[in-house]
Structures are given as C-alpha cells and as structure tokens.
C-alpha cells in the first residue's frame, strides 16, 4: 500500500490541524492504519491506531482527548484531527498501515509494514 499524507503546518499554540492519508494499492479496508511521529532529535513514536472497521481506537498517553483518529475506507483516507496543540507537538507526522488482512492493532512502531512520507507539523508557543 502506499501512503501519502497532508494537513501539516504552523500553527500557535492551542490550535487545531487535521492531517489526512490518501493510501493506493492493495484494499484499504483490510489495513488497521495509524500515526506516528519524530520530533528532531527524538525516536519516532506511536501516536494514534484504527481498526479496520474504525471500531476500536488507541492513542498514546500523550495526546489522549486532545487527538482523534477517523477513517473513510470509500475514500481510502484516514484522518488525525489534532486540537489543543502545544509546542511538544511539534514533529514530522507519518500515516503507516499495519499488515494486510490483520486484525491486530498497531500500537508500536514495529507493528507497522507500511509508512507514508510525512508531513511537518510545527506549533509555535
């Protein structure tokens, strides 16, 4: 599958971005998809997991009730909807996909098989 993701920019503190993931290739539907990301000079961390079905979610500590992750399986695209944004949140997004035809929810960086080119998200204080 491939992964292509949009929606990054600056914006200040508080504020709210809502990144999108167009995928291509093999049926999206059958993917649990997420998002990850990397600030400079950090690791690249877990940051939100769907389902195939979009009935179970899981964020990471750090961004729960701040975050959202949706997906439209008839358009291909998962969505993060970030609000109250600080700078802490600053960093490159990745939209990734967990393995074809798996059921299991991806909730570490190597649960992923498949990652898009990410998009910068810069908050400003």
């Known amino acids: 599958v491939q992964l292509q993701a949009s929606g990054g920019g600056l914006v200040q503190a508080g504020g709210s971005l809502r990144l999108s993931c167009l995928a291509s290739g093999r049926t999206f539907s059958r993917y649990a998809m997420g998002w990850c990301r990397q600030a400079p000079g950090k690791e690249r961390e877990f940051v939100a997991a769907?389902?195939?079905?979009?009935?179970?979610?899981f964020y990471a500590d750090s961004v729960k009730a701040r975050f959202t992750i949706s997906r439209d399986n008839a358009k291909n695209t998962v969505y993060l909807q970030m609000n109250s944004l600080t700078p802490e949140d600053t960093a490159v997004y990745y939209c990734?996909?967990?393995?074809?035809?798996?059921?299991?929810?991806?909730?570490?960086?190597?649960?992923?098989?498949?990652w898009g080119q990410g998009t910068q998200v810069t908050v400003s204080s």
């Open positions: 769907i389902s195939w079905s979009s009935g179970i979610t």
């Open positions: 990734a996909a967990g393995s074809y035809g798996s059921s299991w929810l991806p909730t570490v960086i190597a649960d992923f098989g498949s």
